[in-house]
């Protein structure tokens, strides 16, 4: 039996490059400027990401929560092409160490030499059915994913 793939996702055409918006994606200090839940506050990562495997940790604040980290486990880098992450509860989490089994990604396909699409895509595919529920299937995020893909738009185009 193969597991059912859940995601939702939200899609925007930027009239950049997708190297340059991967540049940005790849980059955790410039979430923190793209990020339109207001949630992330810094990183305590220096530099670009580089591959599957690394680790980077943001500091987040959640009205029910306070401030926390996030420990985000790269799992996705097709440069150009696809970057993703798993986020594991960090320092200061009630749950710290454990992962609700969600990723999230972004995938860039080249629209015209000097365009791209982006889509980013909240996939629950590994969260449980209760976590799930949790966050209206992934519906809660669409709003703010739209608001992010805004960001990142001007991010990458200076508007």
């Known amino acids: 039996m193969t597991e059912e793939t859940t995601q939702v996702s939200v899609s925007r055409r930027i009239a950049a490059p997708a190297a340059d918006i991967f540049r940005v994606l790849a980059e955790p200090r410039r979430h923190v400027d793209m990020d339109a ?9 220096e530099g670009a990401l580089s591959g599957t495997g690394q680790v980077f940790t943001m500091k987040m604040r959640f009205k029910q929560l306070g401030d926390y980290e996030m420990d985000n486990h790269v799992v996705v880098f097709e440069p150009d092409r696809r970057i993703g992450w798993a986020p594991v509860a960090g320092h200061g989490h009630p749950e710290q160490g454990s992962s609700w089994g969600h990723r999230w990604i972004f995938e860039l396909s080249p629209d015209g030499p000097d365009a791209t699409v982006v889509t980013e895509i909240f996939d629950l595919t590994g969260m449980p059915e209760n976590r799930r529920a949790e966050v209206g299937q992934g519906q809660v995020w669409l709003p703010g994913m739209t608001k992010t893909l805004e ?9």
Not at 151 to 159: E, F, K, N, S
Request: charged residues 30%; glycine residues 12%.
């Open 37 to 45: 839940s207001r949630m992330l506050r810094e990183t305590l990562f």
């Open 151 to 159: 960001r990142l738009d001007a991010l990458c185009t200076g508007g």
